[in-house]
């Protein structure tokens, strides 16, 4: 696909009734000849529009009217061309554990949990959270995940969890300026109920910081897995990770987690796993799936929001 027509697919399958900001810019890059041009400057994986949006409002750039970012993007570039290099997205949605409990909700309790590429670690807390499935109500106090649930019987409890691992090739300090203000770019302009989850979430992991490695989830993992208390379940996940990691390393990944003695789940873009069979998602929207040890369950959507159980 061409870089415009990455940015029209991004308009129109991710920030579609998510984020007005982002429609609007993204479908303005899609028709901007010297921006894109630009953008064939640098290597594929670095044109995308979360890492291109998230730069340029790292480095104070405007991303409500199309026509100032487009003038900060081409007085700027020589500083966000090294941005783009040395930076991936790290968006780390605490939203996303909204997804998971119906998952660890139906595993043998206590869980060891161990998430590849974790960023700051915030979907280590699931059973910090509360959660708000329609009107049913789980755990209390902040934040609170609001998951538009279909197909499926909300969870009733939170996980019992022992011990929290992560493993990341570029690990995030929640307590890192700096590394706060990456995470703080990441979240869509307008999504100030994000913003607002990052701190509360951010606090949580503070507070109770999990173990952070840096590593390969398929070089690391082994070692890190080994780690993990016995007597508890064993559960290796991960979450809009595996579009980043090269079609090999996918499938030595999912060698390596299966070789575990655990449980694996899975809340990725369904081509990366090569899923089979699935059902029809529920509309145009970009979806994810969520699988437990290789089935899929589930069409998710980004940010932990929404939730259709497979019939
Ligand atoms: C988009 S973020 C998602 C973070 C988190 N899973 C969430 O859902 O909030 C993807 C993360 O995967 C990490 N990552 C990418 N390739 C990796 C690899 N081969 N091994 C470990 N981490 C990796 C990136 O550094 C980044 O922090």
Redesign the pocket.
Known sequence: MSVAGWYSEFAAREARGVSPVYERLSRAVARDDEVLALLETVPPAKRQPHLLFGVVRLLGGPAGDPAAFHDFVLANWPRIEPELGSR???????G?CALLMPVLATLRQPVALL?????AG??LYPDRYAYRYGDHLVGSGEPVLECAATGMLPPTRRPEVVWRAG????P?DVTDPADVAWLDALIWPDHTHRRDRLRAAAAIAAADPPLLVC????DDLPALAAQAPRGATLVVF????LY??PSD?RAAFAEVVRALDGHWIA?ESPETLGYEGLPSAPDGALHNVLALDGTPLAWTRGHGQAIAWFG
Do not use: K, P
């Open positions: 991936a997205t790290q968006t780390n949605e605490a996303r998430e590849v590429g974790a960023s915030l979907c493993l990341d090739l570029n995030l590593g390969d989830l398929v991960h979450s809009s990770v980043q990691v390393r809340n």
